[in-house]
């Protein structure tokens, strides 16, 4: 399993962002994949997450209505469109993916995916 986020730079608050994450190499058809972020000092905490039944989605309470989680089957793509950019959204990125279970109701619990990939730094600074 190889997952490949991109798409970071650094940005002026109440800028946007697009993240890409290249997922690859697991047969599942049932699986969730998560955004998730780490800011200096901090811990891992989950962003957003996509069900890939039915496509449902689940957002950490400091993106709600922010960010949007979305994929390209075609090409093997999951997005994370960051709108209206903070300081405190400053922070690696990181995609990962549980290809077991597809639920995302406890995309809190991190151990729960299995596969991550490298990060991508995203720096919202004036």
């Known amino acids: 399993v190889q997952l490949q986020a991109s798409g970071g730079g650094a940005v002026q608050p109440g800028s946007s962002l697009n993240l890409s994450c290249a997922a690859s190499g697991f047969t599942s058809d049932e699986y969730a994949i998560g955004w998730f972020r780490q800011a200096p000092g901090k811990e891992r905490e989950a962003v957003s997450c996509?069900?890939?039944?039915?496509?449902?989605?689940n957002y950490g309470d400091s993106v709600t209505g922010r960010f949007t989680i979305s994929r390209d089957n075609a090409k093997n793509l999951v997005y994370l469109q960051m709108n209206d950019l903070k300081a405190e959204d400053t922070a690696v990125y990181f995609c990962?993916?549980?290809?077991?279970?597809?639920?995302?109701?406890?995309?809190?619990?991190?151990?729960?995916?299995?596969?991550w990939g490298q990060g991508t730094l995203v720096t919202v600074s004036s």
């Open positions: 996509l069900n890939s039944r039915d496509g449902s989605t």
């Open positions: 990962a993916v549980d290809p077991i279970s597809p639920w995302c109701g406890n995309f809190y619990y991190l151990p729960r995916f299995n596969y």
